[in-house]
Structure formats: C-alpha cells, structure tokens
C-alpha cells in the first residue's frame, strides 16, 4: 500500500538589490514578487497523487515552524543568487530534524559547496532522477545523490563535462550514489503541467511557462549547453496550449514569461508552436501578454516575427552583449556579427515586440570606450531596459575553465552581477580594472539617471517605432487604472517627476493607443532608477569605509610593530575621530533600504572590531 507523505516545497528568497527582483515596482501594482518558482511547481506535479503537497515562496510569505514540523520532507530549488537564503532554509529543517531535497541550478553545479543536504537530485527532474530518489525514498533507502550526466561529444564541451562526472564521483560515496551517464536529455513532453494551483496567483505580477530548453550557440561566458544542451528541445504546441488553459481556468489574466534561455533556438520547431498558442489567445480573447527570450537572429525571419506577434508576444530579451564586433567574435557570440544590430532591433520593434537587452563590460577586448557605445547605442535604438552586467565567469562555460587554466580565476560567481562591483577573475595586464568599475558605474547612472531624462528619452524613441500589435492582457481595465493613479502619485513626487510628468503629456498626445504599453515603461522608471541609485550609493559608503579603515589600520599597526606608539591623549583622539566617522557612516547606511544595511552592516563590523582592538592595544603601551 502506498502510503502518504506530506511534502513541504520551499523556495528561498531571492535577494532585493537587484535588478531581476523588481521589488520598487510591485508595492506600486499591488503584487508580491515578479514570478513563481517554475521549477519547484513542475516536480510537485511530478510526485504521486496520494502525496499532500504544499509550497512556500518566501518571497511572498515567511517560512513559519508549523510548516516545517508539518513536513515529512523539505524540497528546495535554488540559484546561485539565493544562497545565503537556502542556508537558512537548510538549517531550519535540521533544526526539526526533517530531510532537506535539494535541487534545481545551483545544487546541480556547486552540490560540493552545500553542507546539511541530506539528498541532492540534480540536474533536469524529467531525467529520471526524481523518479529514482521517490522510489528509494518511500523504501527508506534514498542515497545521498541522484543524477543522469550527459558527456557531449565536441572537444572542450566533452572535457567541461567529464570533469564535472569525476568531481561527482569523488564527491560522493559510490554506495550513497545513482549517477549514471545517459546519451541524451529528456524529453520536454516528459515535462507535466505544472502545478499552478498551488500558487497565490495574484502574489505574482506575471507567471511562467517553459517551452523549450537548449540553446544552439555557444557563447563563452554561458553555461546554458552544460545544463541543458545545444539541441533545444521543445513541448508540443498541445501542451503549450493546455498549460496556458489551465492557468486560465484558475482565473489568470496578464503576463506570461516563457523562460527559454533561447525561444527560437530551433525555428522550424516553434512555428509549429506558435499557431496552438495564437489558437488559444484568439478563442479566449487575448487574456495573455507573452515575452521571452531570443537570439538576435529573430530578426532575420519575418514570418516568424509576425507569429510571435499574433501569439501575443510583445517583448523579447536579447543578449546582445556589446556594440564592438570584435568583443562579439572573442566571446564565441558568432550570431550577433554578421547582423546589423541597429537595423535588427528596428525590425523587431516594427512588429510590435520590444527589445530589451543584456550587455557585458569587462572582456578582455574590450576598448576603451565601449561604456560611452553602449549607452549610445541603448538611447539610440531604444532598448528601454538595458540590463549591464560585468562579465562574470560561471561555472561549466568555457570561459571559467579558460580563466582557470591561465590562472585568472579569484572566486565562482556570486549569482548577481549588475550590482556587484567586482570582477571575479584577474584582468589581463595593462587593463586598469579601477578604470573598467568605474566606467561602468557611470554607465548605469547615465542610463538611469536620477531625473529620468536618459530613460524617458529611450522609452520615447521605443513607443515611437512599436508597430501594431494584436488586443493583448496589457488593456487598460481596473486593475490597470489602479496600478497607474498610484504610481502617478508616487511618481510625480519622485526625483525625476519633471521628466516623467513630461514624457506622459507626450503619451497622452501621441500614443493614446498603446497607453496601457507606455504605463508598464514609466512604471519600470520607479524600479530602475531607485535600485541603480542606492546601488551606486551604497558601494560609495563600502568604498569610504574601506579607505577610511585601511588608514586607521595601518597607523594603528605600524605604531604596534614599530614600537614608537604615541601618548594615549593622541590615540583617544585619533580612536574619538574614529568613532565620529562611524556615527556619520551608520547615518549614511540608515538611509539606505533594509537589503542594503544588512549587507554594509554585516560585512563591517569584523573590521570595526578589528580596529577597535587595536586602539585598546596602543592605549595599553602608550607613553
């Protein structure tokens, strides 16, 4: 007989200094967090039906004792991102004695960086693996790790992948094991509908599907052909359409992220696609606003942009990465060359898709000047949303296993790097890497400059070339009216309220049609322009207080060493001019959100101690 589990699915926070949360936007349009945990919702419609299931995102809600005494196991999935938070997660379990699952893309590739796991069940569920662990589990029997490795054949890729076998193996006891090497990746209609129902959907301020997983490039700084392969594999059209049904019938209405890393990475396929999705949206009235993500050469196949359109895609990510070809050509991006950019953005925002875009400073080609290009190019063609990282070198991509043979390599990624302002590899000699944070610190503030002037700028050049697009969920209804009197409250209050109370005149006046559409750009101002400025603010204070201690320690030690320590009325002074920088430092950091005193506070107090410590040692030997 079968017998009942109760499953406690948990989803760590996703931390809120960065740009993916979008956390200034949704107090404004009543919602909770961006998007559900797709990954953790598509295993639980994978275990058995006499399972009780329950799911806590803590981005929404807090993980509470009843939950976790309420368990008989705790599943997790995470990303590099939200460690900090699946530590914590980790150790409440523990704490109750529960068995903690973990899975998803960071347990897959940093498992040996996880303490307190009592089983991993890595890479891709569909696999087989979730399969293989449920089975022993309910025998009492699991092991330690579950996972179904695939070696790809093309020198460099075979080598990432097999050296990622042999960590595995030695990693874990081969009686605590199932790892078997397979010749291919799971199917996508192996993948079921996922359980949408367990969600708050109206915590959320758009759901998620996934059509496809694969990418066929292979660019240097990507890992996505180590997790998921260079031949994308895709759901048939009718479980796209049943996905988008279910979430109708729960009552859904609004925005859908499609969660490809590359939409179109296999064309003949989606345009097979594409007609079941367009299906649904004109026989239930277009209740969906799609986007996604694709490669620049969407741009080139006009039958498939239209598609797109007539499905109800209206923005799609593109990794555009630099405006400089020769970058493009040193980072493997082969796709982006041979394209005019400017010509292929125009395009596609002729169809009425708005491209949004991702570039990466501090390659090793770059020139000089290629902040002052990007953000040309960005006001120019009107990417709205500009989302500028530094290069960081991940593990499994080609990148990170050249930089570590060279010996480049500092530390693994951090998850977040468009507020870390830090590279995590050494550059190459006679590149001034203060010069290459530099640059790129003023290229966000001139993206999204305090007084909205660049933004708004860029979002008027955008509204100005949407094409026509089909009645999408983006229509002005009530929740929509209410979304926008509250951020023009807010908004017109704002530091840029100059330049945004201008840039509504101009939609009221020229784009009455595509209102809805203008809104969603000056609401995203709030968000962009907020978390851009206390990033910057809050890396200014890091900056001062690491001068200002490196000062202190050095006077305070050489004093120590030397032995020519000065009277202790020189060292009270010098300890009471200490302490008033630190009165004006903590008001500094009071002024900063929650997220970002936490960080500063945590990270200093070792070294105020630190200090501290030493004024008392040269008190006590001074003259």
Known sequence: MNQSKNILMVYPKIPQDTYWSFNHILPLIGKKAAMPPLGLITVAAMLPEYYNTRIIDMNIESLKDKDIIWADAVFTSSMIVQKESLEEVIQRAKSFNKPIVAGGPYPTQYFDQIKGVDHFVLGEAESGVLEAFLRDFENNKAKKVYARHVIRNKNGRKEIDQQFLDNLLRHFEKQDADIQVVNERPSMNLSPIPRFDLLNLNAYASMSIQQSRGCPHNCDFCNEGTLFGHSPRLKAGEKIAAELKKLYNLGFKGSIFVVDDNFIGNRKAVKEVL?????????????????????????TDEELMAMMRDAGFSMAFVGLESPDKEVLRSMGKYQNIKINLSEAIRKMQSYGIEVTAGFIVGNDNDPDDVCDKIFDFCQNQGIVTAMIGLLISVKGSELYERLKREGRLRKDSEGNNTHNFELNFESLPGKDEKKIISDYKNLLARLYDSNGKNYFERTSVLLDRLGPHPKSARSTGYTELKAFAKSFVKQSCSSYRTNYLRFMKHILRHHRSIFPTAVHQAVYAEHFIKITNYSLKADKIKEDFVEKSKYYQTQLTTSLETGLTKSGNFIRQKQRDFNQFLIETKKRIKKLPEEY????????????????????????YSR
């Open 275 to 299: 007609p079941k999705i367009e299906e649904f949206q004109k026989t239930h009235g277009y209740p969906f606003a799609l986007f996604t993500e694709a490669d620049i050469t969407l741009s």
């Open 597 to 620: 005193r936490n960080i500063l506070m945590a990270k200093y107090k070792d070294t105020v101690e630190g200090i501290e410590a030493l004024f008392k040692r040269n008190l006590a």
